[in-house]
């Protein structure tokens, strides 16, 4: 049997170290992969869910007005026109936030600019 030195030991150590937190890295890594997976297929559920509602709903309505001898078509302009206002309304939202998140983020490094040049002096 060989005798190992206090050196070869510490080297043994910390090989079996290093694997072991690759290990753990990798394990991590692959469960952080699939719940962003997972994740993804449940908004793509979500957004299935929501088209099949709005299907569903011009098709019932459209079947009530046809049966009461209704104007469908006006009926439908009206939701089309509902939906493209809420749309340009999230549009013009969504550009607000990210014009107000660059203003931020140029503050941000504004002051960590500032910062650094206080902690030199």
């Known amino acids: ?49 929501v088209m099949t509602c709005i299907v569903a709903f011009v098709v019932i309505t459209h079947i009530i007005f046809e049966t009461f001898g209704l104007d469908v078509t006006t009926f439908i302009d009206s939701i089309v026109a509902l939906f493209k206002w809420i749309f340009t309304t999230l549009k013009t939202l969504a550009l607000i936030s990210v014009y107000i998140i660059v203003i931020l983020i140029a503050v941000d490094m504004i002051f960590t600019i500032i910062k650094k040049i206080f902690k030199r002096n």
């Not at 206090?6 to 080297?11: M, P």
């Open 1 to 49: 049997m060989k005798n190992y030195t206090n050196t070869d030991l510490k080297r043994i150590e910390a090989e079996i170290s290093l694997l072991r937190d690759n290990n753990y890295y990798y394990k991590n890594k692959k469960k952080k992969m699939f719940s962003a997976i997972f994740e993804n297929l449940l908004v793509l559920l979500k957004a299935l869910c």
